[in-house]
């Protein structure tokens, strides 16, 4: 199959990548990829029939003396043309299997493409999984970063034992001069070592040595090679040739190898080097290098952590002032991008398969009940001389046949499925391989095992409840044939799990719910609604000091306050809700902690008076900053509530003093706490350093506006271009937005685990319909003989509806008892709720309750209308 | 005389050897070459036919990677064997010499 399938396929890979090339629109990209897949899927069809008609020429090329009647081969053909046959015959039966498979398996598929995409497929560097990230977790508040500090960074790079290499790096944004308007490239601070710890290879010129990160060193950068096709036209001449990249010309002296990207997801356009002192620095929490390494060939991760362990006690030992309580680890790489995705993915790949297990259970039912309805043909078989094993052997094949149409249309719906999956995650999902989900050999391998193995359930099931013992009386009286005890049980005990199941579901889907109304709900300590963030540079060679830039700034916080819509204007280093966690060491002047021992950190922002004016964070004492505060006055702060009930529990705050890097810096000012991080942080204690002190050429502007915030974007980019024509503009978001994608991971999961708890508990009430109508249908007699032996209409349906309500009440109880098991798995993505909250497990089981009931009506309302005359005279 | 012996290639095998003839080529060009003359194979079935003149020994293939904007692929690429050029020279030579014998020839059905 493999000598087939693997040239045509990459036939048809060239010719859509040609394509793809000579289409520069993304929507007719889109579309260009579902034709790409449905012809993979086409091409996979195509290449089973051509081999099976390949083998079957050659089975028949032998004369037939030469072959057995039982051999494997004729009795495969046997049994797989008699189950089409059948199938055929009943399109109704068919169709209603093929659909409720095709919908689990498309489910299962197109998550398992993503999960393949994000967590299977190889990272795109040399042997990847040597490669671990070096983060940093502070014992006292538990919180972990990614930023080294560069003392402890150049000591543990000495120390270290178990890494091959260790390399610092750091991740931006620049702007590029001279190729017409100024633009924006990703850039890609690389210390000494960090290519040759990923093992990149230039395209062309070499990439960076060790002598370039010295700070006497040329300026020199290295182009990715996105950015040389794009900007420079592939130019084969590039390497010499300056490039201006922020306020200095670099001379550019090699292209990186096609498809570069570190950190995995994110793109680079130029890399530059970055210096990493050979000693430790006196002030060691600066720099903030990230740090990867590459571990030695057979040391393991553990090993690894081991020596950073040992080797973050000397440090805390040698320098507790800075160190104590700081703790490293490594992480790797595949783990530390791929985050909080890889639990929430792992989870939609388990509800799915939920979704997939309940479908089985309801073709099983349908299998099921109609092997009754065959009982006679069964039984003519048998009286033939066909044994048990031949029996199973043709209900497998039925259903191994269900199951490989099911896959095929399953395969269909997920080509449709994984777009929009995709679509759906949000933005800061940045894991490496979700911009190239597809439906290649691995996730079709998928669908036929997953097709495959749902045959063998559900075909099993129906299998086992054949009886030898029957065939006798099923010939003699062939309408008299009921379901043996067994497959009674089996078909009961199916609905039973269906019923379970769905509740695990209908659980999970409730309690994200009530997190995300609880995430709603929850005050963040200021107002998002109305407020435009938009990110700004200006050209560090025409502002290079902080006068001018406070100049600019002040001149520009005027224009925009004067524009209508504007309702202040504010700036700020640290957006809210995006997850920062960068903090400050908190000292009194006048209570300086003991020598030795390293200060409570805070969290820190650097903000002009304006900011909190802009999200209205309330003043609860003193002022804001204000134009009194200048590069030239004395340093100022201003703290959060949380810090005065901490360190000035019973005082004013105002005017005490506080160490900070320019000296004692007074407290001018409190205000109320914000949620900074998340919105699930408790409100944390913050240090607010003047931005009107020492404003940067980067900054992020708050502007509080009285109108739509999207609106007023073009007259306050107008405005700062008429002060300055050379400014950049850089991300530009609503704060709203900003909010909304802090929620996006919770609200993805309460779309998919509601959409598969929908699905779920409507099979599942599909299911409860079926056994119910057979109940029905096998005590017609029964119930015509209590009519008319007086039984009234209630009677019977209290009848019907009690053997229902006794299967819904076994599947709501062993439902509840597995998702107080299962939501725990959802602990990460709660909010506010408890994994075992007494009101979701109610709702959901009364939810389930109902949708029973509803399905037991149509058959108990049949069961009245039996008219007793009449079955008793059948009888 | 030798007496002439059938061809073992079949007509699609003889074009495909013939357009191998010219040096070594991707799949997808013989199969685009083939269908000049007429003959259309899906993609399965044409590798199908590739993968059995290779088991027979008369041609040879093998995996290249080609690059294509930022993506690699993998392609099937194929060159004739001796053998190949063997059966393909016979049949040539068989419908070239036999065949025109055998229409000079005058038949009976005495």
New interface residues.
């Given amino acids: 199959m493999r000598e087939v399938f693997d040239p045509a396929h990459a036939d048809l890979r060239i010719a859509y990548l040609d394509a793809r090339q000579r289409t520069p629109s993304r929507l007719a990209r889109a579309g260009l990829r579902i034709l790409y897949a449905a012809r993979v899927l086409l091409l996979a069809l195509d290449c089973g029939r051509v081999v099976f008609a390949a083998t079957l020429a050659f089975h028949r090329s032998r004369p037939p003396d030469d072959r057995h009647p039982q051999e494997p081969f004729t009795m495969l053909l046997y049994y797989a043309r008699h189950a089409l046959r059948l199938l055929v015959r009943e399109p109704g039966f068919t169709i209603a299997a093929v659909l409720t498979l095709a919908l689990g398996v498309g489910a299962n598929v197109a998550v398992f493409a993503v999960v393949e995409a994000v967590l299977l497929r190889p990272l795109p560097f040399a042997d990847a999984d040597r490669l671990a990230i070096v983060k940093h977790r502070d014992q006292r508040t538990g919180f972990t970063k990614q930023d080294v500090a560069m003392g402890d960074f150049v000591d543990l790079a000495a120390r270290q034992s178990v890494f091959e290499s260790m390399a610092g790096y750091g991740s931006g944004q620049g702007l590029m001069f001279g190729l017409g308007d100024p633009f924006r490239v990703s850039t890609l601070g690389a210390g000494p070592g960090l290519l040759d710890t990923l093992r990149v290879r230039p395209v062309l010129g070499r990439l960076l040595q060790p002598d370039d990160s010295r700070p006497d060193a040329a300026p020199v950068v290295v182009l990715g090679y996105e950015l040389w096709q794009s900007r420079f036209g592939s130019d084969p001449n590039i390497v010499g040739r300056g490039v201006k990249l922020g306020p200095r010309e670099r001379q550019v002296v090699g292209v990186a190898q096609e498809g570069f990207r570190f950190p995995p997801a994110a793109a680079v356009d130029v890399i530059v080097p970055m210096a990493v002192p050979a000693t430790a620095p006196a002030e060691r929490k600066s720099g903030w290098p990230y740090a990867v390494a590459r571990l030695k060939p057979g040391t393991s991760i553990e090993d690894a952590n081991a020596n950073l362990a040992i080797l973050s006690t000397a440090l805390q030992r040698e320098y507790p002032r800075s160190n104590q309580g700081s703790e490293y680890f490594a992480l790797p790489l595949r783990d530390a991008v791929v985050g909080d995705t890889k639990p929430a993915l792992l989870l939609l790949l388990a509800a799915v398969g939920v979704v997939l297990l309940i479908a089985c259970a309801n073709v099983a039912n349908l299998m099921v009940a109609r092997s009754l309805a065959r009982r006679r043909e069964m039984a003519v078989r048998m009286a033939l001389g066909a044994g048990r094993g031949q029996l199973v052997a043709q209900l497998l094949a039925e259903s191994l046949m269900l199951a490989l149409a099911a896959g095929c249309a399953g395969a269909l719906v997920a080509i449709w499925g994984v777009p929009g999956l995709v679509a759906l995650l949000p933005a800061s999902v940045a894991a490496p391989g979700l911009a190239d989900v597809r439906i290649d050999g691995s996730v079709l391998a998928f669908t036929l095992g997953v097709s495959v193995a749902t045959a063998l359930l559900f075909g099993l099931v129906a299998a086992l409840t054949v009886k030898r013992e029957s065939a006798a009386g099923a010939l003699v009286a062939p309408g008299r044939v009921t379901m043996s005890r067994t497959a009674r049980r089996a078909t009961s005990a199916l609905v039973v799990v269906e019923i379970a199941l769905a509740i695990v579901l209908l659980v999970g889907a409730g309690l994200i719910l009530r997190s995300f109304v609880r995430l709603l709900a929850v005050d963040p300590g200021f107002r998002a609604e109305r407020v435009m963030t938009m990110g700004i540079a200006v050209p560090s060679d025409r502002y290079k000091d902080a006068d001018s830039r406070r100049a600019f700034y002040d001149r520009a916080s005027a224009a925009l306050r004067a524009l209508p819509d504007v309702r202040d204007v504010g700036t700020a280093v640290v957006m809210p809700l995006t997850g920062n966690n960068w903090t400050v060491g908190f000292e009194r002047v006048e209570q300086p902690v003991a020598a030795g021992a390293r200060p409570p950190e805070v969290g820190w922002q650097v903000a002009s008076g304006g900011y909190f004016r802009a999200l209205q964070i309330p003043l609860v004492a003193g002022r804001l900053f204000d134009e009194t505060d200048t590069p030239h006055t004395r340093p100022v702060v201003i703290i959060s509530e949380a810090v005065q009930r901490r360190f000035f529990p019973h005082e004013s705050a105002i005017g005490r003093l506080i160490q900070s890097g320019d000296g004692p810096a007074e407290i001018v000012g409190v205000v109320g706490n914000i949620r900074r991080a998340d919105l699930r942080d408790e409100p944390r204690a913050d240090l607010y350093f003047p931005a009107e002190r020492g404003p940067g050429n980067q900054m992020t502007l708050f502007v509080g506006t009285t109108a739509d915030p999207a609106g007023v974007l073009p007259s306050l980019q107008a405005a700062l271009r008429a002060i300055e024509p050379s400014i950049a503009f850089l991300e530009a978001r609503t704060l709203s937005d900003v909010a909304a994608a802090s929620m996006q991971v919770t609200q993805l999961a309460l779309w998919l685990l509601g959409l598969f708890a929908v699905i779920s508990i409507s099979l599942a009430a599909v299911g409860i319909y079926g056994v119910m109508s057979y109940v029905v249908r096998q005590r017609t007699r029964e119930i015509g003989t209590r009519v008319a032996l007086g039984a009234t209409g209630r009677d019977i349906a209290w009848l019907v509806m009690r053997q229902g309500a006794a299967i819904a009440a076994c599947g709501t109880v062993l439902g509840l008892a597995a998702s107080l098991v299962a939501s725990r798995s959802l602990a990460a993505i709660l909010f506010g709720v408890s994994t075992s909250d007494p009101a979701t497990l109610a709702v959901s089981a009364g939810a389930l309750i109902a949708a029973t009931v509803a399905a037991c009506y149509g058959p108990a309302r049949r069961a009245v209308r039996v008219d007793p005359a009449r079955t008793l005279a059948d009888q | 005389m030798r007496k002439p012996r059938l061809p073992e290639v079949t007509h699609l095998q003889f074009l495909v050897l013939a357009v191998l003839q010219g040096g070594e080529q991707p799949?997808?060009t013989v199969?685009k070459a083939i269908g000049h003359y007429g003959v259309r194979r899906?993609?399965?079935?044409?590798?199908?036919m590739?993968?059995r003149l290779e088991r027979d020994g008369l041609v040879e293939?093998w995996?290249d990677q080609?690059?294509?904007?930022?993506?690699a692929?993998?392609?099937?690429r194929y060159r004739v064997t001796p053998a190949g050029a063997r059966a393909w020279e016979e049949t040539r030579a068989f419908y070239e010499n036999a065949g025109l014998a055998v229409a000079r020839e005058r038949w009976s059905d005495a």
């Fill in positions: 799949g997808r199969r899906t993609a399965a079935a044409f590798y199908q590739m993968a293939g995996y080609i690059t294509i904007g930022d993506q692929v993998t392609e099937r």
